[in-house]
């Protein structure tokens, strides 16, 4: 699927940069985030593919431990298949929305981002295992959250015991370099698994003892119900569309590699301001030139305002910004390049300066929403 993708997307000998572009998603988001993100989808699939057995498991381990709950009074299943919709919404709203948080590149994004996903993986798997007891004697998700959440600390403390060696293993299975996505996915899938299956008789007998307070805990207010279904939708069309939009961006962008290029070498015109600017961090200069541009693809395409990073031992000495363009799909024009250049080697020392050719490295930063880049190597001195 992914090579047709780069096959349709762009030419072979752009493939190695666009599986960067392809894999701008995983790379974006911190390890914790991406391990977490698959645990818990393994916890949707095993609940729509496997429910019957893990419902089994917990009905016969309820039996033979002779939990005074009564009766089984299940849903019918119609009710039953509503209830499990509304829980993969929320499992998808709320993936999309830590998701969204972690593609932004800053420290704090980053930390809110790994806490909620702990915090998901924790309180979903407490849900998700000590709901089949009491959705045996018709308490809907609605009250079940009601109980979790009165009992939160013990409901992420039970996530938390049987996710931590999962979560363990899953980090270093994704710096397992050799392994692909799928591989990763499906290991971490049959892991999960096996945890699932040695949490279920603890999530049955924390669902009986929940079953006792069920009845002293009133139902959820029909308001509160809408209000929460309202949010909820809410946050999954928010979802929805800034990913389709950042998904459009990502297939603009990947017009640029399809363009042809033509550079009026006549126009360029470059405004030097002083060396003493480059040791303030001050704009060093303006570079403009002509630049024609060929769309032959029928897309339009898009490139907004970006910057060329350049660093010296881990430390930026200059940014470039360059002016965004846009060509309508079947069509050539003509755009002015206009680059603004800032540098600062104050902080570069006399070792670094005698070390002229080493340790050089330059970014470009394509902006895919706003404040979420696209980081391109350009270059690097230090790897071939």
């Known amino acids: 699927m992914k090579q047709a993708i780069l096959d349709y997307l762009f030419p072979e000998s752009w493939h190695s940069l666009s599986e960067k ?20 989808g393994s916890l949707v699939i095993a609940s729509i593919f496997l429910f019957p057995i893990k419902e089994k498991y917990s009905a016969v ?10 009766p089984y009074q299940e849903f019918p299943l119609w009710l039953q298949g509503i209830e499990e919709t509304r829980l993969f919404l929320f499992y998808l709203t709320a993936q999309m929305i830590i998701l969204w948080i972690g593609y932004y590149p800053y420290f704090w994004t980053e930390v809110i981002s790994v806490s909620l996903s702990y915090f998901f993986l924790f309180y979903t798997f407490g849900l998700d295992i000590i709901s089949p007891t009491l959705q045996r004697h018709r308490v809907k998700y609605s009250k079940i959250n009601k109980l979790l959440f009165r009992n939160l600390i013990c409901t992420l403390l039970f996530g938390l015991l049987f ?11 994704l710096s397992i370099e050799t392994l692909n996505l799928l591989e990763i996915s499906i290991a971490l899938f049959i892991l999960n698994l096996f945890f699932i299956a040695i ?25 509160t119900k809408i209000l929460g279904y309202l949010i909820m939708t809410l ?52 570079l403009k030139f002509n630049l024609t541009i060929d769309n032959p693809t029928e897309y339009d395409m898009a490139f907004e305002n970006s910057q060329i990073y350049i660093f010296k031992n881990s430390k930026q000495v200059s940014k470039v910004a360059i002016e965004g363009f846009s060509v ?30 080493d340790g050089w490295t330059m970014e470009m930063h ?15 001195s230090d790897n071939d």
């Open 366 to 380: 394509i902006e895919l929403f706003p404040g979420i880049p696209f980081i391109i190597q350009l270059m690097d």
């Open 21 to 40: 572009l392809y894999s701008f998603f995983f790379e974006s988001q911190s390890k914790q985030v991406l391990g977490n993100a698959i645990l818990s």
């Open 328 to 357: 309508p799909a079947g069509e050539e024009k003509e755009i002015t390049m206009k680059f603004n250049a800032k540098s600062n080697f104050s902080e570069v020392t006399l070792g670094e300066i005698s070390q002229a050719l």
């Open 61 to 70: 381990f309820e039996k033979e431990q002779g939990y005074p709950n009564g």
């Open 163 to 173: 996710s931590l060696p999962a979560i363990v293993i899953s980090q270093w299975i």
């Open 199 to 223: 949490s279920i008789p603890a999530g049955t007998a924390i669902g009986s003892h929940l079953l006792k307070e069920n009845t002293q805990v009133i139902n959820v207010a029909t308001s």
């Open 235 to 286: 946050g999954l069309i928010s979802g929805l569309v800034f990913h389709s939009r950042l998904i459009q961006s990502m297939h603009h962008k990947s017009q640029i590699l399809k363009a042809e290029y033509a550079i009026d070498f006549d126009s360029f015109d470059f405004n030097f301001k002083s060396l003493g600017s480059m040791l303030t961090g001050d704009s060093i200069g303006d």
